[in-house]
């Protein structure tokens, strides 16, 4: 017969394995996720596409400002974690002159889109034919 003790283990291993499993979803500040068609592309840590503009110039400096930060917010992760699939030295601060705080990949600023609403919405993607994910199975400008 189980006893009471017994159940209540069980049930304080079962809710202490589902909260590590939580606290692994958003273990990263930037993660991976997959599409079909796009293969690996990076998210934030709740899971939301991050996207670069090909009006920046790619030296690590954004020309985001004024209206286009209201559709396009930028990302920026103070205390970057990542999976051992990326490299810390590609992510560093971007040059804004309007003092915001942004992280950059590669060179290339990253942004959020006002439309995503749910983790792994790609509605930015291709966006006026220069907003794309960072697809990271081959980074170069890639297009919708």
């Known amino acids: 017969m189980i006893s009471r003790i017994s159940i209540?283990?069980?049930?304080?291993?079962?809710?202490?394995?589902?909260?590590?499993a939580?606290?692994?979803k958003g273990a990263y500040t930037i993660d991976l996720s997959s599409n079909?068609?796009?293969?690996?592309?990076?998210?934030?840590?709740?899971?939301?596409?991050?996207?670069?503009?090909?009006?920046?110039?790619?030296d690590g400096s954004s020309s985001c400002y004024d209206e286009c930060l209201e559709f396009w917010p930028?990302?920026?992760?103070?205390n970057i974690t990542l999976p051992e699939s990326l490299n810390p030295s590609d992510f560093a601060p971007a040059?804004?002159?309007d003092g915001l705080n942004q992280t950059a990949y590669k060179g290339w600023p990253l942004y959020l889109y006002h439309e995503d609403s749910a983790p792994g919405d790609l509605k930015g993607h291709g966006k006026d034919g220069v907003w794309f994910v960072l697809s990271l199975?081959?980074?170069?400008?890639?297009?919708?």
């Open 36 to 58: 079909e068609s796009l293969g690996l592309y990076m998210v934030n840590q709740t899971g939301f596409t991050l996207y670069y503009f090909i009006g920046d110039p790619g």
């Open 22 to 24: 939580a606290e692994e």
């Open 95 to 97: 040059i804004r002159k």
């Open 74 to 78: 930028v990302f920026y992760a103070e």
């Open 8 to 20: 209540l283990l069980l049930a304080i291993s079962i809710l202490a394995s589902l909260a590590t």
């Open 137 to 144: 199975d081959d980074f170069i400008i890639i297009e919708a």
